[in-house]
């Protein structure tokens, strides 16, 4: 059974993955109006990841015996002024979400639940992932600056990417 202050973290938690996939749809769905199809798919795939990070969360309090409790998601924004912008609140969101991961495995460490631990090893390692990738798209773009063929050519590769279920939920699927 799951302790009552570990459920709550993270059905927090959970609520923060939905609002993170309705940012990065937000984004998708903006860069879609813009006619940058790649950069929009590219938020498309991380609308997707990060439905997935929820259902992880859910699946695991699910199986401690906990209780998932779903809470409104707030308001997102709806527009930004570049792709650069856009990656830069990416990083910036990617960096708030870490540390809502290390809250959370701190908690789990002094409430000694090695289990929650351990499920959020994954999520710390996810995490730099996310970083390292927002921080090496914005690099990109800054060196592309104004060149509109550098950044129809980033908008072709990120058309490219695809969706790959996360490993904690691969072996459900």
Known sequence: MISPKIQ???NAQINAEFWSAY???AMGM???AEGRTGIANWFKIQFKEE???AEIFMNYLNSRGG???L???DAVPESWNSPLAAFEATLAHEEKV???INNLYALAEAEHDYATRGKLDWFVSEQVEEEETAKNLIDRLKLIGDNGLALYMLDQELATRTYNV???LAANA
């Open 98 to 100: 870490t540390a809502l």
């Open 8 to 10: 709550d973290a993270i």
């Open 30 to 32: 903006h860069f879609e």
């Open 71 to 73: 809470k409104p998601i």
């Open 166 to 168: 996360p490993a904690p």
């Open 51 to 53: 439905q997935a990070h």
């Open 67 to 69: 209780r998932v409790v």
């Open 23 to 25: 940012l990065y749809l």
